[in-house]
């Protein structure tokens, strides 16, 4: 683990303790130290002494003339060299006036590698990538040893399923747990399930396949020219209570689609129907917290939490005397195990489509879910969807996906009704047949279909991530023009749903537009 010391907290400052945060794939031990005590974390002494590497990022901002001021720099440096001399027991007269002391010089002389940040160009200091630079020379100063930033802006927004992905955040499977049981969940595991009657850690086999296929995944994506980012697991195996409830663990942080919307420059925390994952948010907290402070346009927002008390289940709804037929019939006519007693809706049960927003009505998102969501995108169109021949409605992605602009796949064994279908329609859009999964059943202790098949990650207008075994899949997407990009999954499966449930979009490039002019 690097120990990691930065001098200054301004935006360069804080992009570097970003930079090596955890949030973004690193785990630094970070000091910091600023003449603003509330900014302030440790003091110069402690930075100097217990750190590998010094970041040095106070202002240099341009004279009258043009020039750059070093003054700050200057000084910072002087204050270095004198904490040395005390640690070294050597005093040695400084002139803060002509410093000529080299970074390397001062480098040896604490013991530390020395970089310097300066802040020449007005950028928006978001770090991803680091290089050491040529040796510079401004003014006076000699650096041996500078470093070049490269930084990009953080842009939040993000209006459909298929515009070029720039930003993502992929899950991770840490401390993933089966969650005991609680009565949202059990509508989700089937009678015949093997995870029926467990509940406690994923084992460490399991946890580490899957971690190695979302590492492959992000990888991917990385080399595809989209920055991604990952969330910050806690420990998800302890009980939780609220005065209404308590459960016996949580859940995890793989499917970060459930739990996150992105609606133009908004991301906006879901509801949230299960008990278990109650707190699930916190893990997304420190990635959300970095873009409300890094784009000064991004709006961070949280629906009502629910209480989650049995009011909002149908007691019997699971009765293992129902039939599968009497469930479809239930879900045909859109009775579900979730009542009307609060708002709840999981983000994975929303599909963007410019001004208008698609919405399943199911068990994990009900009609004052629905309307919540109306009443909080006043200028978008909301339309609730259903799927008769769904017995489990959880989630939209494996039963109606948009591929492009004007082209959608859906489940052959969950169709869009002929009333609900006529908005595509009339505006010029297809709604063609997914191809068949390629397996029969679904991976080990996994709560999804397998028809998870369909659940792809699109990345632009041509270009599709497909679960690498779905082969029946990738053929057909190929054969409508699609660039098929092959991702292993499969193993990954089980804590929480394909590739798409696996991301969350931060940034896709393009604008708002109206697919559906007539309603």
Known sequence: MYKIGIVGKGFVGSAVAHGFSESVGYKAEIRIHDKDPSKSQNSLE????????????????????????????????????????????????????????????????????????????????????????????????????????????????????????????VGKADGCCIPAPEPALDAKVPEDSDMRGQFGPRTKDTVDRANQLLDEFSNILIKKGIKVDRPSPIDFNQKISTPDWETKTMFGCMPPRDVLISVGNEILYATISYRCRWFEYLCYRPLLKDYYNLDPNMRHESAPKPRLTDADYRKDYLSDKISIQKRLKWTEDKFFVTTEEEPLFDAADVLRFGKDLIVQHGFTTNLKGIDWLKRHYKDHRVHAVNFPGDPYPIHIDATFTPIKEGLIINNPQRRLPKEQRKLFENNGWEIIDSAQPAHNEPPPLCYSSTWLSMNVLVLDSKTVCVEKSETYQAEQLDKLGMEVVPVELRDAYAFGGGLHCCTADVYREGELKDYFPKQ
């Open 46 to 169: 402690e930075v100097i002494q217990e750190s590998d590497f010094i970041f040095i990022s106070v202002p240099t901002p341009s004279k009258s003339d043009g020039s750059i001021s070093l003054k700050t720099l200057k000084g910072c440096l002087s204050d270095i060299s004198s904490i040395a001399d005390k640690i070294n027991t050597t005093k040695k007269k400084q002139d803060n006036d002509s410093v000529k002391t080299s970074v390397s010089q001062l480098s040896k002389k604490v013991s530390k590698t020395i970089l310097i940040f300066l802040t020449l160009i007005n950028l928006n200091p978001y770090i991803t990538r680091f290089y050491i630079a040529i040796p510079t020379i401004i003014n006076d100063l000699i650096f041996v040893a500078g470093v070049l930033v490269i930084a990009e802006k953080i842009i939040v927004n993000s209006w459909n399923e298929w515009d070029p992905l720039k930003h993502v955040i």
